[in-house]
Structure formats: structure tokens, C-alpha cells
């Protein structure tokens, strides 16, 4: 056989292998890249040693943006705001959301509390964030109902000042606003039905509420358009429990109101950083879930 027909044969099997790989890889996508954050909370203990390196190794793994659980006087994780968020940016992520907050104050010390929010409002204005968000409540909020329309009034204040400077305010759950009742109904429920939804949007914790006895899927049913936030959570890396039906909540999505999906690891089977890594691939590679 001449030296040419082994060349074109030789081409023509090439073209033909380079073909079928061709088509072999369209049919099994690479996973899509989602718009997923991170609660920095996450990797709390990271952020405390290094926090340039931590944030960097975060845009490493893929996140697309972070909400932040360290504020104090003005800075955030000890560096002014704007520096902050062009870290961030500097390693591909934005800075949308933060965790911060004040406990209900009395007619004695409202107005220093209320100073204080002036204050953080504007260090997270500067920063450019989307929400801010109080992750918490004290013992008061649980105790009596007064003591919750306390709260409610407080935090329908707090959403006023943060509409005033294009900021979204919001509250975060753990499990008693679920399993604690008053007057015959849940806390969280209360805290719906007393917040004004133009000033009050809730960033719905899955994990949370589901530990507290309830089914995220009815109150999205019950109370569309609140949940404008999810902290998508499991008991350590998120899909990794097999025990949270993420597939019903995530076709509840639009009508929940959702706008944001953050990524909050608390417990870990791994080291936090590999932790948030499993978590982002998972979501990445799981079909029912677009975000």
C-alpha cells in the first residue's frame, strides 16, 4: 500500500475518532456554573487567620458571590468597606449580603440603636451590598407576644432605614422561631404576619426549618413572595445527608419569591474550605436545581 492511501486512511480515522468524541462529549455537559453564594460564616475560622487568602481560595472554588458575617464599627472583617468588596472583586466575586445586627431595644436606648444602624447601613451602602440581613433574636422575641411585636416593630424600622439607602433588610431562622409557639402559633408565623413585607423580607434557612418541624413547601404555598433569600443548608455538606427534599423546595423557587440561593455550611465531614467545595459541586451538578 502506498505511503499516501496509509496517510488519508490514517487522517480519515482521526476525523471520524475526533468526531465521535465530539459527540459523545455534547451529550454529557460539563456541569453549568450556577449563581450560588457563600455565608463566609462558613469558613469563620479561615476568615479570622487569613482573610485575603480565604476569600481568594473561595472565588477559586467557583462562588459567584459572598454575604459576610463579620462587621464591627464601620469595617467589615477589620477592613473599610470598599476595600473589602474590591477584594472580592478581585477574586471574581461580588459582595451582595451581609449578617449583622442589634438586640430589640427599649425606649431608653433606641436611639443609640438606631445610631448604630445609621452607622452600618451606611459602611454596607458604601460597600454596594443588596441585604442586610439579622440572623438572630433574643430571648424576648420568644417569650410573649408582646415581646415579638416588639421585635417586629424594631425590625420594620430597621427595613425602613435600609429602603432609605437602596438595601433590602431581612431576617434569618434557626429552628425555635418553628418550634416555639405563641398563643397557639409559631413564632416565624407570627413574625410573617406582624413584619411589612415592603420593609421585612425573610431569608428562609432550609435546614433550619425543616430541624424545627416544618415543611418549607407550605410556606411557600402560604406566604408567596416573602422568602426572597434561601440559606441552602443540610446537616453538613449540602446533598450530602440525603434527608432534605431539595427537589420539591427548588419547584417552589419562583413562587417563594426567591432571588438568592447562599451556601451555609456549619457542620463539617471534612475540612470547612473542602466542606463549601463538595456543597458548590453538588448543587452545580444537580439537574432540578437552577439557579
Known amino acids: 500500500m502506498s505511503g499516501k492511501k496509509i496517510t488519508f486512511k490514517l487522517l480519515l480515522f482521526v476525523g471520524i475518532a475526533a468526531f465521535v468524541l465530539q459527540g459523545l462529549t455534547s451529550c454529557n455537559p460539563a456541569p453549568k ?11 469563620r475560622d479561615a476568615m479570622k487567620a487569613d482573610v485575603a487568602g480565604t476569600v481568594a481560595k473561595v472565588g477559586e472554588m467557583g462562588y459567584k458571590f459572598v454575604e459576610t458575617a463579620g462587621y464591627s464599627d464601620g469595617k467589615i472583617y477589620d477592613m473599610e468597606p470598599v476595600e473589602f468588596k474590591e477584594l472580592c472583586e478581585t477574586n471574581g466575586l461580588l459582595l451582595l449580603g451581609a449578617h449583622t445586627g442589634q438586640d430589640v431595644p427599649d425606649s431608653a436606648n433606641w436611639e443609640s440603636t438606631m445610631a448604630w444602624w445609621d452607622v452600618c447601613i451606611d459602611a454596607h451602602a458604601s460597600a454596594g451590598v ?13 417569650e410573649s407576644l408582646d415581646g415579638l ?17 437602596g438595601i433590602r433588610f431581612g431576617y434569618h431562622n434557626h ?3 418553628f418550634s416555639t409557639d405563641l398563643e397557639g402559633k409559631p413564632v416565624y408565623d407570627w413574625m410573617l404576619e406582624l413584619t411589612d413585607p415592603a420593609k421585612v ?27 426572597e433569600l434561601w440559606h441552602i443548608k443540610d446537616k453538613e455538606e449540602v446533598g450530602a445527608s440525603g434527608e432534605m ?3 420539591a423546595m427548588f ?10 440561593g447562599i451556601v451555609e455550611v456549619e457542620e463539617y465531614n471534612f475540612e470547612p474550605i473542602v466542606s463549601c467545595q463538595k456543597s458548590l459541586e453538588w448543587l452545580n451538578a444537580t439537574d432540578y436545581i437552577d439557579l
Open 201 to 227: 423580607m425573610f431569608q428562609l434557612d432550609l435546614y433550619w426549618i425543616v430541624e424545627g418541624g416544618k415543611d418549607p413547601v407550605n410556606y411557600f404555598n402560604d406566604h408567596a413572595g416573602r422568602f
Open 130 to 142: 443588596k441585604w442586610i440581613v439579622q440572623p438572630w433574636m433574643g430571648r424576648t422575641g420568644y
Open 175 to 177: 429552628d425555635k422561631e
Open 33 to 43: 456554573e450556577k449563581n450560588i453564594g457563600l455565608q463566609l460564616y462558613s469558613v
Open 251 to 260: 419547584a417552589l423557587k419562583e413562587k417563594s419569591g426567591f432571588q438568592y
Open 149 to 165: 411585636k416588639s421585635y417586629c416593630e424594631y425590625f420594620n424600622a430597621v427595613g425602613e432605614k435600609c429602603n432609605a439607602k
Open 245 to 247: 427534599d431539595f427537589e
